[in-house]
C-alpha cells in the first residue's frame, strides 16, 4: 500500500511540474485561399470612373496567378475591354488573411500598373490600389458563379438595326478547368437561327465562340442579366460583318456574383 501511495504522489508531482513549465503552442494563422471565378471593381477616389476586372484565379502555396484571358473594363463597357488575349496576366501574393496583387494593362493614357493590397474574409477581398499612372482609391473582389443553365433575353445589330430586336436563349455548361460549351437559338433574326458555342468563363464574364459561323460573343454581368456584344467576321457564310449587342437572364433563378 505504501509503494501504491508513494507511486501516486511522484505522478502527481511529475504532472504538475510539467504543466507549470510547458509553453502553450501558437497556432499557426490560415493563408488565404484565392481560387476560382473572381470579379474585381476599383473603385477611384480621384474622380476616375470604376474599373471592372475579371480572371480566373489559381494559388500555389502563398503566390497567386489570373488566368491569361483576364478582362479589364473601364466603366464595365464591353467596347473600352482590354484582354482576354495573354496580354493581362494578374497575380501576387498572401499572408495569413493580408493579401498583395498587381496587374498591368494598356489604357487610354497609357500603360498602367495597379497595385492593391488588402485583406480576406473568408473567399471576400477588400483594400487599396495606387496605380503607375497616379490614380488611387479603394478595391473589392468577390466569387462568381460558373456558367450553368438557359440564359435568356434579346440582341440588335448596330451596324444594321433591326425593326425589333430578336431573341435568343443560350444553354452553356461548364467545367471544372472554366471551359463553356453550349448553342444558342435565335428567333427573328434575318440571317442566322442558331449557334454551336464553346469558350471560356472569366470570371462573371465569358467569352464564346462559334468556329463554323464565324462569331464571337463577350458578355459582362450586369445587374441579374449579363450584357454581352457580338460580331461576324466579313467572311462569315451568314451574317458577314454584323455587330452588336444585347442582354440576357438567367431562367434558372437570380445570378449570385
Not at 488566368?67 to 488575349?85: I, K, Y
Not at 495606387?130 to 488611387?136: K, V
Not at 427573328?188 to 449557334?195: A, E
Amino acid at each position: 500500500m505504501k509503494r501504491i501511495l508513494l507511486f501516486a504522489l511522484l505522478a502527481a508531482g511529475c504532472g504538475g511540474d510539467y504543466l507549470k513549465n510547458s509553453t502553450p503552442t501558437t497556432p499557426v494563422p490560415q493563408n488565404a485561399r484565392l481560387t476560382g471565378q473572381y470579379n474585381l471593381v476599383l473603385n477611384s477616389t480621384n474622380g476616375h470612373s470604376m474599373t471592372n476586372i475579371y480572371s480566373n484565379f489559381t494559388q500555389t502555396g502563398t503566390t497567386f496567378t489570373g488566368s491569361p484571358n483576364t478582362l479589364v473594363c473601364p466603366s464595365n463597357d464591353l467596347s473600352q475591354c482590354e484582354g482576354n488575349d495573354g496580354s493581362i496576366t494578374p497575380g501576387g501574393t498572401v499572408s495569413g488573411q493580408n493579401v498583395m496583387m498587381t496587374i498591368s494593362f494598356p489604357s487610354t493614357a497609357g500603360a498602367d500598373t495597379v497595385t492593391m493590397v488588402g485583406t480576406a474574409t473568408g473567399t471576400n477581398l477588400a483594400g487599396t490600389y495606387t496605380e503607375s499612372l497616379g490614380d488611387a482609391g479603394t478595391w473589392t473582389a468577390s466569387t462568381a458563379s460558373p456558367f450553368s443553365g438557359t440564359f435568356s433575353g434579346t440582341f440588335n445589330s448596330t451596324s444594321n438595326p433591326l425593326p425589333i430586336d430578336p431573341t435568343i436563349l443560350f444553354t452553356l455548361s461548364q467545367d471544372a478547368s472554366f471551359n463553356l460549351t453550349g448553342s444558342a437559338t435565335i428567333m427573328n433574326s434575318p440571317c442566322i437561327s442558331s449557334l454551336t458555342l464553346s469558350g471560356r468563363a472569366i470570371g462573371g464574364a465569358f467569352s464564346l465562340a462559334d468556329a463554323g459561323n464565324e462569331a464571337v460573343i463577350t458578355a459582362l454581368p450586369g445587374v441579374n442579366s449579363l450584357n454581352f456584344s457580338y460580331s461576324f467576321k466579313p467572311t462569315a457564310t451568314n451574317c458577314a460583318g454584323d455587330v452588336g449587342r444585347g442582354t440576357v437572364t438567367t431562367t434558372n433563378g437570380p445570378f449570385d456574383y
